[in-house]
């Protein structure tokens, strides 16, 4: 396979997320790396974080693992257990079906990055640790409901 040219791989921005927790994430970009080399059994994404920005809801995976490695400047990971500094080469995983709701969060005043590797499974179910909301994808597609499954409208 070629080296991947980084500059040519489009930079992902916004959220599927609903309102009012698409705006939340302001400050967040991904480059799709797994899909800008043509692979398709698990994602790699090179994730900014810009200064205050999130990286996303905290939440856990029913059915894919997760690995995350900062690649560059410092971001705190925020799980069930607390607050933990993350510094360059530092790791984290995830195992599918974990309920250990985790984020990360850029507190410095420097762009932080980090490489999220995640399985591909045709089916997935994400919950938020600490809003009443979940997502299933499937085919492509993002449905979100509240926790007991009945369907999204806004924040209760």
Not at 11 to 18: A, L
Not at 63 to 75: I, K, L
Not at 123 to 133: F, L, N, P, Q, W
Request: aromatic share 8%; net charge negative.
């Amino acid at each position: 396979m070629p080296k991947i040219d980084l500059a040519a791989v489009p930079v992902k921005t916004g959220s599927i997320y609903p309102e009012p927790y698409a705006t939340m994430m302001k400050g967040r970009s991904s480059l799709r790396l797994a899909d800008a080399g043509g692979l398709t059994q698990y994602g790699v994404n090179l994730v900014t974080l810009e200064p205050g920005a999130l990286s996303s809801l905290r939440h856990w995976h029913l059915n894919e693992d997760e690995f995350v490695m900062v690649t560059a400047g410092e971001c705190v990971l925020v799980d069930d257990a607390g607050e933990h500094p993350m510094l360059p080469g530092d790791c984290a995983a995830f195992p599918a079906g974990d309920g250990n709701g985790h984020h990360f969060v850029n507190r410095s005043d420097r762009i932080a990055q980090f490489l999220v590797v995640g399985s591909r499974v045709p089916r997935e179910v994400a919950t938020y640790s600490d809003v009443d909301m979940k997502v299933e994808m499937a085919g492509g597609k993002a449905t979100f409901t509240y926790r007991d499954g009945t369907p999204w409208d806004g924040p209760r």
